[in-house]
């Protein structure tokens, strides 16, 4: 149903729920702050484009989303697609290529595909996002420890190789403010629950450097002053052939956001004990990252991080979410130009941090214990999106997980001839006429178990009177299958032989309808019942005998 949540939350909201919204949201306003300029920052953009973000698409999100919970803007996940476009295609690039990931999102969403997008095999899941992470770490390493390193290489060996050139020229005040920040933002919450734990690092670690005089790099230093003040929507211009480099960069955009965004809601529909509507939640995605980057702004989604924080502090529908977006309206009109004093030590371990959490690294290593393929799965994403691109991470992945799945689905069915094993008393005592072959199809007869089918039908010694396919077992049916199923009618027209079907399910017949096959087969040969198929096979074999009348697909 595609219809905002917050439309139905309002329906019954009340003046309590209201105070306790709209405190979670100034809590997670505050705790977005800190992380919306880091997240900017690491991802190659102005510090403000993280601020624009996260107002405005957390805004959208909040006001059209399908979760009465869920907090969005930008997010660690985005941090290596969004350097690797602007460095190869530039700002303009980025803008047009969020747009395109939005107008996919909205696509799925009108489309009803917000459940098919959940479908993404947990391997794929958890390797992509601890690969994202060590990226994410890795990027933070010349800030962190104040190294003397002009500009750090994209590519993650280079960029290794860099980091280690300049080792000798780290500066350990910067190393000692990092720490601090990754101390306090570890620890803060077990003395004070009031105040977010990023942003008391934030303050404390900028007012130390600022009052001490400190040399480190600042926010400041590096970019300039930052612009307080809120942007005017420009559209950019797109050609055809732009358009045509960025299609892969779009998708990949589209579907980490999809994932991400979905995957989120999950976890708070678990915290709050509610359901959100995963297709509006697509499309407020979608319309979130068509708007945002008009103002400058990078791709968003929804943040599981920030969304926790939500919950737990009482946010309980989207206006949670709209105030968290004005608190960072009014903290970026007001106090946005202090933002340049921040130290770039300070942002370095917050999203140390971030990476850290998002390693995912219990997971990562309980899933090495897993059967091989889903290993092989595992390390194949982590080692793309770390040596080569999220986006090739992404694809190969997959299509790694689904050649994997086909395998062993293909490897569950089995096709066996009846009649030789103890579970076939039964079968004997029907008293099958001679000439008659019985095989049984268990499992889905697809493509990827078709060629099993044509290997154990290459092994029939003599062409049968009657082949019957016992098929009660069979679920799916697809087009190799019934390409299979045909090539077995033109055998036996070639062979004056009869197939017969028996126990076919309802898929299998509407297969078997829409693609002809039953005039083919005839269906008077589609029995019920192995006691049915065997009863026509007597009388197919009576007919050919005395010279009676066969149905013309099987003379």
């Excluded at 003395?191 to 130390?208: C, G, I, K």
């Excluded at 062993?408 to 008293?431: H, N, P």
């Amino acid at each position: 149903m595609l219809l905002p949540k917050l439309v139905t939350t309002l329906r019954d909201y009340n003046r309590a729920q209201f105070s306790k919204d709209v405190a979670a949201g100034v809590i997670v306003g505050i705790v977005a702050l800190p992380l919306a300029i880091a997240f900017a920052i690491a991802s190659g953009v102005p510090p403000q484009a993280g601020l624009y973000t996260a107002i405005i698409a957390g805004f959208v999100i909040s006001a059209l989303g399908g979760s009465r919970v869920q907090i969005g803007g930008p997010t660690g996940a985005f941090v290596v697609i969004v350097y690797g476009i602007v460095q190869q295609h530039g700002l303009g690039g980025l803008t047009v290529a969020t747009i395109m990931a939005g107008l996919i999102l909205i696509a799925l969403g009108v489309a009803k595909m917000g459940g098919v997008i959940k479908y993404i095999p947990h391997p794929v899941t958890v390797g992509f996002t601890s690969g994202i992470a060590v990226v994410i770490a890795s990027g933070q390493v010349r800030d962190f420890f104040g190294l003397a390193l002009g500009t750090v290489p994209a590519q993650f060996v280079s960029k290794i190789e860099a980091l280690a050139e300049h080792a000798r020229t780290a500066n350990l005040t910067a190393v000692a403010v990092a720490l601090t920040t990754v101390v306090i933002v570890q620890t803060a919450h077990r003395l004070t629950t009031r105040v977010p734990s990023p942003f008391l690092a934030l303050v404390l670690t900028t007012a130390a450097v600022q009052l001490l005089g400190f040399p480190v790099e600042t926010i400041g230093s590096r970019f300039g002053a930052i612009d307080a003040s809120f942007p005017a929507p420009v559209l950019p211009e797109v050609t055809i052939q732009t358009a045509l480099q960025l299609v892969g960069a779009a998708f990949a955009i589209a579907a980490l956001g999809g994932i991400e965004s979905l995957l989120s809601a999950v976890v708070a529909d678990g915290m709050i004990g509610s359901r959100h509507r995963s297709n509006m939640e697509l499309v407020a995605q979608g319309v979130a990252n068509v708007v945002t980057p008009l103002f400058g702004g990078i791709p968003a989604t929804g943040a599981i991080a920030r969304t926790a924080t939500n919950v737990r502090a009482g946010g309980r529908t989207p206006v949670a979410g709209i105030v968290h977006a004005v608190t960072l309206l009014g903290i970026t009109l007001f106090a946005g130009r202090w933002a340049a004093l921040i130290p770039m030590a300070t942002l370095a371990g917050l999203l140390m941090v971030v990476a850290y959490n998002m390693s995912e690294w219990r997971t990562f290593r309980g899933l090495l214990t897993a059967p091989g393929g889903d290993v092989a799965v595992l390390l194949t994403t982590f080692f793309l999106t770390v040596f080569v691109d999220l986006t090739v991470a992404l694809g190969v992945g997959m299509v790694l997980a689904s050649f994997l799945f086909i395998r062993e689905m293909g490897e569950a069915t089995t096709v066996r001839a009846m009649g030789d094993e103890e579970d076939d008393r039964a079968l004997r005592a029907l008293d099958v006429p001679p000439g008659v072959l019985i095989y049984e199809i268990d499992g889905p007869f697809f493509f990827g178990a078709a060629e099993k089918f044509r290997d154990t039908m290459a092994e029939i010694e003599r062409s049968p009177k009657v082949l019957i396919l016992h098929v009660a077992r069979v679920n799916v049916l697809d087009a190799t299958g019934l390409g299979v199923i045909r090539d077995l009618v033109k055998k036996g027209r070639r062979d004056r032989a009869s197939l017969i079907l028996s126990g076919v399910h309802s898929q299998p017949m509407i297969a078997l309808g829409k693609s002809d096959l039953l005039d083919e087969v005839g269906e008077d040969n589609l029995l019920p019942t192995l006691e049915a198929a065997v009863a026509r096979a007597r009388e197919l074999i009576a007919m050919r005998t005395t010279g009676g009348h066969e149905t013309p697909a099987h003379r």
